[in-house]
DNA sequence: AAACAATATCGTAATATTGCAATAAATTAA
DNA sequence: TTAATTTATTGCAATATTACGATATTGTTT
């Protein structure tokens, strides 16, 4: 025990919560909201940015990739990462529908 | 170390992450269908409904509500649950103003 | 009051996450 | 080629999460 099961859920259910985990901790919202600022794509000065070792930061940033939330291209000795939009579109979707629905119900 | 050094951020970078990351596990997504689906707020045929305990599920639950995702009110013996969507909406709010961040930059 | 029902909490095992020092790998500059 | 720069990986310690059986709590019946 102590894992997830994951199994028992749709896909929908888990790509949904794969993402939003992904966004679940304060340093990768951090590290969006940095990618946000400086618009045009620059990399590994988050590791300035941010009050975290280097290591911490890449692991945080293959944790964003990995859920499809940023994309990296290697441009010569540094790599270039930014927002995929497409990615947090999904959650947005996926949210905005419950505000819909529920909002029309009334509750407790 | 291994605990997330929340001090270091903002409090609207740790809002955020805090309700994401109570979105961020399948169960808690299944919840939240559910509770969508029966639109009346009626509560723990979740764990009927899921494939997990009945403790897993009241944790799960409590982290819903700690998280503001879900409110309960007692109603008898047993407890109504229902989504609380203004806090979905503070992520909708925020993942928007990224997708028109980014959408509006080129990029990589 | 006693029996029942619905939830919550406790305790604990299994697993996952966070963070970082040390090190590796890949590219560029000298 | 050697040194420097940038990013990734490894290994490990500390902590957190997930899951559930057992048990407690609270309210409802009878």
Redesign the pocket.
């Known amino acids: 025990?102590?894992?997830?099961?994951t199994e028992h859920f749709t896909d929908k259910q888990n790509q949904i919560a794969t993402i939003a985990?992904a966004l679940?901790?304060p340093?990768r919202i951090a590290i969006i909201e940095y990618l946000m600022k400086v618009n045009e794509c620059i990399?590994?000065?988050i590791?300035n940015e941010l009050?975290?070792?280097?290591?911490?930061v890449?692991?945080?940033?293959?944790?964003l990739k990995n859920a499809g939330i940023i994309k990296?291209s290697?441009e010569?000795?540094?790599?270039c990462y930014c927002i995929d939009e497409k990615t947090i579109e999904i959650l947005n979707t996926y949210f905005l529908k419950i505000i819909q629905t529920v909002s029309k119900s009334k509750c407790c």
């Open positions: 025990m102590g894992a997830t099961k985990k679940g901790h340093a990399c590994g000065d590791v009050p975290l070792a280097q290591p911490t890449s692991q945080h940033l293959k944790e990296g290697i010569g000795n540094s790599i």
